[in-house]
Structures are given as structure tokens and as C-alpha cells.
């Protein structure tokens, strides 16, 4: 409803017109879209999740209405006809190619897949899927809020004590994970080869997965100048772009992005990016398909631009206030 007055109120379309005069770039951030059967069988949670008829209907929306653009061809400061946007993919999943490119090929929207060389070809490559797999075998009924808190809980221990808390879950139930479903799987190489001659540009989301500022320097380290080489000798092409894992970050980091060659990266701080972003630390707005559709469950350009426009935009305001610090609330009571 908040949406909707938003946009019957004309809102949406005067804070537009501010983005784009400003010369902003909205980056979106997408994980995973899947068919109907592909949604009902995967273990990622639904906070990454984007159903196949959703995503055409925004790429049709963006394709019409705004300026998509590659990454690394957005130039903010430029103020345009069309609010200038930029799709990516974090983890780089195999769907990202069977379901996403077709759909975004047809529209002519261009994107960025962020991919772990370490973990290309795999099904289950990463833990929260492994985890999510047996905390439902052994929490039969539990809901997908009670799973997701867990698995953030989880994302707190170190390396070794997660796995062990993940093994002893193994031990008690009756099967597998990776014999529960084959959906969750990433791209493999020759994929990513014939996405690249399409037009989609990849970039690196560290070699592992790991959430950078929860290991040793020497080992982030690694992640970041691994990752940008093996992309680099696999795919025949720079990889000057990056994501962080979970979003997480620091200067240390940061000054490791930009010693290994690294041009742009993105976090997953919600935002607009102008002129005065870090191109080192540049926000994003999640997508998902729980904040893009309206009431009747089909794609909502309202939601859209409320989600990815509004937010971004509030964002911005509250960064630029002198007081910031002082004055910034928690996102769940910010409309």
C-alpha cells in the first residue's frame, strides 16, 4: 500500500527525476531466478530467490523504462534521459544461464555475474545451501524465518566450528544433501565461456566464498588475487570487477582490491551511486522475489521502485546529513 501511494502520488516519478539528474546509477543486486519446479526444489533461501515469469517482467520493465548498463560502462555523474541501472548476479549459479540469459538477452539487458573459481561446477558449492538441506531434514516443518536466522547465526563462527556443527547434523539425518536435488548448482566453465560471447562480463566474488573480514589478511588476501587470476586465465578476458562476500568489507580489504588491480566493487549497502561513491565500495539494492511483486504475486513496477528506486534514494539522503551517524535508524523502521 505504502508502495502504491508512492506512486499514485507521484513520488516515485519527482525522486526518479532527482537520480537522474544527479546523474545516479541504481546497481541491482540479483542472486538466482528459477522456473516454478526449480523454486519448489532448491535450498537457497528465498531472500535470493527471483521466479523466472518475475524476471521477465523486470527486464522487460527496465528494458523499457530505464538505461541498463554494464558495470563497467556506467559512468555516474551523467545525467540522462533514463534513470541509468546495472544488473548483477552474485555466486554465479548455473541458472544464471539456463533461466537468466535467455530472458535478459531477449530484452537486451546487459549484466555481470560475480563467480568463486573454487567453487564453479559444484552442486551445493556453497554451505548455506548444505545447511539449509539438513536443517530442514532435521527440523521437519520449521519455517524459512526460523532456518534463516540459524543460518546467520552460522555465519558468525569461524570456518571449522561451522562445519562441525554442520557434520554432526549430517550424522543424525537419513540422507545426503547432495542426493535431496541437483537445482543448486554453479555455472561451469564453458558456460561462463559462451555467456562472455553473449555479452555478460564477469567479476570476481572472491575464490572460496569467504567472507573476507572473518579470516586471516594473508588468506583474504589470497581470496581476492586467486579469484582475479584464475577468472582472468579461464575466461581470456581482464576481471577488474568484484563483490564482497555477504558484503563485508574493510579499508585492509579494500587497499588488497585495489594492490591486486581491482577497478570496481560492489557491497551490499543499499544506495544510490553517484560521484561521490568509492568506486571501491559501491551500493546496491537487493532484489528478490519477495520485494519486487505486488499483492496478486506477479511483478510490481511499484514494488520495483519502491525497493530498488525509493530505498536507494532515502539511503542516499540520510548518508549526505551531517548528523548521519547520529540520526541513522534501523532499516526495518525506515518506510
Avoid at 539522503?317 to 525506515?334: F, G, I, L
Amino acid at each position: 500500500m505504502w508502495a502504491c501511494l508512492l506512486s499514485w502520488s507521484g513520488t516515485l516519478w519527482w525522486i526518479k527525476r532527482q537520480l537522474r539528474r544527479q546523474g545516479a546509477t541504481v546497481v541491482l543486486m540479483l542472486h538466482r531466478v528459477l522456473d516454478d519446479s526449480g523454486y519448489r526444489r532448491t535450498h537457497s533461501l528465498p531472500g535470493i530467490l527471483l521466479r523466472e515469469s518475475t524476471f521477465r517482467a523486470f527486464a522487460a520493465y527496465i528494458a523499457r523504462y530505464c538505461s541498463p548498463k554494464h558495470l563497467s560502462e556506467a559512468e555516474p555523474g551523467r545525467c540522462a534521459k533514463k534513470l541509468s541501472v546495472v544488473v548483477t548476479f552474485d555466486d554465479g549459479w548455473k541458472d544464471n544461464y539456463t533461466v537468466a540469459l535467455p530472458i535478459a538477452f531477449a530484452y537486451h539487458v546487459p549484466f555481470t555475474v560475480f563467480v568463486c573459481p573454487g567453487a564453479t561446477d559444484r552442486t551445493y558449492p556453497f554451505w548455506p545451501e548444505r545447511a539449509v538441506a539438513l536443517l530442514r531434514e532435521a527440523w521437519p516443518g520449521a519455517e524459512n524465518a526460523e532456518i534463516e536466522r540459524k543460518v546467520e547465526s552460522l555465519k558468525g563462527l569461524e570456518e571449522k566450528a561451522r562445519e562441525e556443527y554442520l557434520a554432526r547434523l549430517a550424522e543424525h539425518g537419513s540422507a545426503h544433501p547432495e542426493k535431496v536435488s541437483t537445482i543448486d548448482k554453479t555455472l561451469s566453465w564453458p558456460e561462463m565461456t559462451h555467456m562472455k560471447r553473449t555479452g555478460v562480463r564477469f567479476g570476481s566474488h572472491t575464490q572460496t566464498h569467504q567472507i573476507l573480514t572473518t579470516v586471516s589478511e594473508a588468506r583474504a588476501v589470497l581470496e581476492v588475487a586467486d579469484s582475479k587470476r584464475e577468472i582472468e586465465d579461464r575466461l581470456g578476458t581482464s576481471c577488474d570487477t568484484f563483490a564482497y562476500p555477504n558484503g563485508n568489507w574493510s579499508p585492509r580489504i579494500r587497499q588488497a582490491l585495489e594492490d591486486a588491480g581491482f577497478r570496481l566493487a560492489v557491497t551490499t549497502e543499499c544506495g544510490a551511486w553517484t560521484t561521490s561513491c568509492d568506486r571501491l565500495a559501491i551500493p546496491r539494492a537487493s532484489i528478490y522475489e519477495d520485494n519486487v511483486v505486488g499483492l496478486t504475486g506477479r511483478f510490481s513496477p511499484a514494488m520495483f521502485e519502491y525497493t530498488a528506486i525509493w530505498k536507494a534514494w532515502r539511503a542516499k539522503k540520510v548518508k549526505s546529513r551531517p548528523d548521519a551517524h547520529a540520526q541513522r535508524q534501523p532499516a526495518t523502521a525506515t518506510l
